[in-house]
Every structure is written in C-alpha cells, then in structure tokens.
C-alpha cells in the first residue's frame, strides 16, 4: 500500500512541478513564450525536425561520450571530464525543454480550452490543463508515448528554432484585409 501511495505523491508533485514551470515561464519570459508560439504556428514540421535532430544528437553524444568514458582506465583525469560533458550535454537538453514548456503547455491547454467552448482562455488555466492532459496522456502504452515524444521533441525544437532562427515576425491578420 506505501509504494502506491509514493507513486501517486510523485504523479502530483510531478504535475504541480510541470505545472510550476509552465506558470513561471509564462510569467518571467512572456515575450520570449510568446515567440515560442508564434514559431509554433509559423513552422510547426520545422520545430518537429529540429527537436528530433537535437534530441537524437544530443543522446547520441552523450552515449559516445560515456562510451569513450568506458574505455579509459579508471585513474584516467579523461574519465571524469568525459562523464561531466554527457551529464552536461543532458542537463541542456532538460534545460530547453524547461524554457519551452510554457509556450507547449500554453498552446496545448489553449486548444483543449477552446474545445470545451472557452473563449479566451488565461494562459495560467491552460497551462495547468495542459499539465494534466499531458501526465494523462503519457500513461497510455504507444499511443501516449509517442503523443509524449512528439511534445518532448517540439518543445526543444522551437527552443532550438527561436536560437537559431532569430526572433519570429509575430503573425498580423489585418494585413490580410
């Protein structure tokens, strides 16, 4: 009985931690976000690409690294520095996806919101709907694993875009008139 209530503590904590990024990247880095979902609905394919090259780079660089880690004697100097950049090379990876996952839960929680007939939903709500679409979601064999790789990968692709591609025009409808 303990060990299910320790895995229900952390599917809450885990959801109030996501939920706690989200908030705080909307709150600190609005701008920024808000190019974050703006990259979203200018290139959505490019984000995706980007986000799967980077995170396959990434694993497959810190795999070589802790493979070439592996094969030095264990007094090696090379060993410790070798293990420091994979943990490095990971921490990056967690960090973009960190700074991206308001823009992901915004845009997420917005479209369920708007689904359910809320017109302008707050970025706050949203966020903490998308925060527990997304624990949901991921608990579903395939399906729900791939749905959670997908946002994975396109929260640190339009990280990986916005710094590569400089800051996107934001979208202006009444030109269009």
């Given at each position: 009985?303990?060990?299910?209530?320790?895995?229900?503590?952390?599917?809450?904590?885990?959801?109030?931690?996501?939920?706690?990024?989200?908030?705080?990247?909307?709150?600190?880095?609005?701008?920024?976000?808000?190019?974050?979902?703006?990259?979203?609905?200018?290139?959505?394919?490019?984000?995706?690409?980007?986000?799967?090259?980077?995170?396959?780079?990434?694993?497959?660089?810190?795999?070589?690294?802790?493979?070439?880690?592996?094969?030095?004697?264990?007094?090696?100097?090379?060993?410790?520095?070798?293990?420091?950049?994979?943990?490095?090379?990971?921490?990056?990876?967690?960090?973009?996806?960190?700074?991206?996952?308001?823009?992901t839960?915004?845009?997420?929680?917005?479209?369920v919101?708007?689904?359910?007939?809320?017109?302008?939903?707050?970025?706050?709500?949203?966020?903490?709907?998308?925060?527990?679409?997304?624990?949901?979601?991921?608990?579903?064999?395939?399906?729900?694993?791939?749905?959670?790789?997908?946002?994975?990968?396109?929260?640190?692709?339009?990280?990986?875009?916005?710094?590569?591609?400089?800051?996107?025009?934001?979208?202006?409808?009444?030109k269009?008139?």
């Amino acid at each position: 009985m303990n060990n299910t209530l320790d895995t229900i503590m952390g599917i809450i904590f885990l959801y109030l931690a996501l939920t706690g990024v989200g908030i705080v990247d909307i709150a600190l880095f609005r701008g920024l976000t808000a190019d974050y979902i703006t990259q979203f609905r200018r290139d959505e394919r490019g984000a995706l690409v980007r986000g799967l090259l980077t995170v396959l780079g990434a694993l497959a660089l810190a795999l070589l690294l802790n493979a070439v880690a592996e094969k030095n004697p264990p007094d090696s100097p090379v060993l410790e520095g070798m293990q420091l950049l994979s943990v490095l090379v990971l921490m990056m990876l967690a960090l973009a996806f960190l700074l991206g996952y308001g823009a992901t839960a915004w845009r997420l929680g917005e479209r369920v919101l708007t689904a359910f007939g809320v017109a302008e939903p707050n970025p706050g709500w949203c966020v903490m709907v998308a925060s527990l679409v997304i624990l949901t979601v991921v608990w579903i064999p395939v399906l729900g694993w791939a749905l959670g790789l997908y946002w994975i990968m396109l929260t640190v692709g339009v990280v990986i875009q916005r710094v590569m591609g400089g800051v996107a025009e934001p979208l202006d409808n009444s030109k269009a008139e």
